[in-house]
């Protein structure tokens, strides 16, 4: 079984930092490939960050590319989300997600287990 909750997330202004925490109180957290996805006020969820099962491969939305970092400590069954040089448009509530696929995968549909959510609010 898949238990996901986020942490980590707040208040920061434009062009500062925090980290998200993903914590995975299952037992398999090392067979998943993890995801990060975010919903802004008034629109549809949307893909941010892949992660396959080892931490070897990801790939990251256009949007956040170059900002955001995503990574994986299996022996700690979290995964994290670094999110850098932070705009007003990132304000979103920001939710981790577990897939049995293998390799990243960018498709909602594809993730099973989902968490809770973690507000991001960026002030400009």
């Known amino acids: 079984q898949v238990r996901l909750v986020e942490s980590g997330g707040g208040l920061v202004q434009a062009g500062g930092s925090l980290r998200l925490s993903c914590l995975d109180s299952g037992r398999t957290f090392s067979s998943y490939t993890m995801g990060w996805f975010r919903q802004a006020p008034g629109k549809e969820r949307e893909f941010v960050a892949a992660i396959n099962w080892s931490g070897g491969s990801t790939y990251y939305a256009d949007s956040v590319k170059g900002r955001f970092t995503i990574s994986r400590d299996n022996a700690k069954n979290t995964m994290y989300l670094q999110m850098n040089t932070l705009k007003p448009e990132d304000t979103a509530v920001y939710c981790c997600?577990?897939?049995?696929?293998?390799?990243?995968?960018?498709?909602?549909?594809?993730?099973?287990?989902w968490g809770q959510g973690t507000q991001v609010t960026v002030s400009s």
């Open positions: 997600a577990a897939t049995r696929n293998v390799g990243v995968d960018t498709r909602e549909s594809q993730y099973r287990y």
